[in-house]
């Protein structure tokens, strides 16, 4: 399934970035008590995949491609949040599928949850996670200080407006809202103090492992990132680690697949506390504050 939807991402934008994930088992506990009626065969994301792009258009054409090509896959399901944002202010395009591949017999209730971004929309979401994870709240999942909350939401509707290229006076009241609560939160200084420090473990495995595990220790602020060649040998020391942090509340570790390192950096930045490219969108609209051009000339 990775490689069908690899193929169709760089048929769009040779420069995709591709990778997959598990989702960690606490995650999916909190998932289950979260959620009244959720059971294991109805989740969506155990499994998940994440397609990032340059732009809007070229979302909509992995779209497109991925829906119209052939596979033995079930589309099951398939939300545009692009179109319909939600209330947090996350964007982006999920299409649910159910596994039907040579294996069908031995997964006949997975679902594998396909996450299509745009780059900014991919730095917003990254953004949300690193907060959450440095001041301990949940704020993907809409929990959290009302502050932090609506500072992301005004941001996830300020970026889709210069994403669209057009904006109106309502989208520069929000920018300027949004450039309000960003220097009382001291936004800018707090993400670049979340800057985590990376050791890399396992350096003696093959260049081309494509199985990483990163632990991130939030106290600390560094990751730690072991590669492997070997699925079978990478879960087997994932499961132990998430055993081994189940009380924890400051790590978090997760087991990804991609094509290299600088691919993991890209498509899972939030592991790296690496907000670069929001915090670059945000010093643009800052240094631009007092500028409001009309909606045709934007």
């Known amino acids: 399934m990775l490689g069908y939807f690899r193929a169709k991402a760089f048929d769009t934008d040779s420069k995709a970035v591709v990778a997959r994930r598990l989702k960690r ?12 009626g959720m059971k294991l065969d109805r989740m969506e994301d155990i499994g998940g995949v994440r397609i990032i792009v340059e732009s809007l258009e070229k979302v909509k054409g992995v779209h497109i491609l991925i829906k119209e090509g052939r596979t033995r896959n079930i589309l099951r399901r398939e939300r545009d949040y ?11 395009i999920h299409l649910i599928y159910r596994y039907n591949g040579a294996k069908v017999s031995a997964f006949p209730f997975h679902n594998v949850e396909l996450q299509i971004r745009t780059k900014i929309q991919h730095a917003w979401a990254t953004t949300v996670e690193v907060v959450g994870t440095f001041t301990r709240q949940g704020l993907k999942a809409s929990r959290g200080s009302k502050e932090w909350l609506d500072f992301f939401t005004l ?12 904006l109106g006076s309502a989208d520069y009241a929000k920018r300027d809202r949004l450039i309000e609560k960003s220097e009382r939160l001291g936004v800018l200084s707090k993400l670049q103090a979340y800057a985590v420090t990376t050791q890399y473990v396992n350096d003696r ?3 081309d492992a494509k199985f990483f595990i990163m632990t991130l220790n939030a106290d600390s602020g560094k990751i730690l990132v072991s590669r492997f060649s070997n699925l079978a040998l ?54 631009n504050k007092t500028s409001h051009p009309t909606a045709d000339s934007a």
């Open 234 to 287: 990478a879960t087997k020391v994932y499961g132990e680690k998430e055993i081994e942090l189940r009380s924890s509340d400051s790590e978090d570790v997760v087991l990804v697949s991609t094509e290299s390192l600088r691919t993991l950096k890209l498509a899972y930045p939030n592991y790296f506390a690496d907000t670069t490219h929001f915090r670059e969108k945000l010093r643009q609209l800052m240094a």
């Open 82 to 92: 692009i179109s319909q944002p939600k209330p947090s202010g996350y964007r982006g």
């Open 25 to 36: 088992t606490p995650s999916i506990v909190a998932k289950l008590k979260r959620e009244p």
């Open 205 to 207: 495995s093959p260049k």
């Open 155 to 166: 941001a996830g509707d300020v970026f889709a407006a210069l994403e669209h290229g057009i």
